[in-house]
Nanobody, 122 residues
């Protein structure tokens, strides 16, 4: 049984930063690609970032490139998303996901966390 548990969401002012964490259990964490997606009210779930199983390759949506950084600690079975220079358009529920391959298509990911709310005020 795979469990992904996100934490670190909250309310922040525009220009601020947040760091999300996702703790994984139930699978060999270091064998899986990890990713972050987000979903704003009334919108589809969208790809934010992904990281290879070894951590040597990272992938970002254009909208967050240069502001967000994904990283992982395989010893702690945890993936992180450092979010800087946040703006109101980043407001969404952020989901951690686990998969065998990198894809920007949410439907193709195998395992999901419950999500954590990020709200950026102007």
């Amino acid at each position: 049984q795979v469990q992904l548990v996100e934490s670190g969401g909250g309310l922040v002012q525009a220009g601020g930063s947040l760091r999300l964490s996702c703790a994984a259990s139930g699978r060999t964490f270091s064998s899986y690609v990890m990713g972050w997606f987000r979903q704003a009210p009334g919108k589809e779930r969208e790809f934010v970032a992904a990281i290879s199983w070894s951590g040597d390759r990272t992938y970002y949506a254009d909208s967050v490139k240069g502001r967000f950084t994904i990283s992982r600690d395989n010893a702690r079975n945890t993936v992180y998303l450092q979010m800087n220079s946040l703006n109101p358009e980043d407001t969404a529920v952020y989901y951690c996901a686990m998969n065998r391959v990198v894809t920007t298509r949410a439907i193709a990911w195998d395992y999901w966390g419950q999500g954590t709310q990020v709200t950026v005020s102007s």
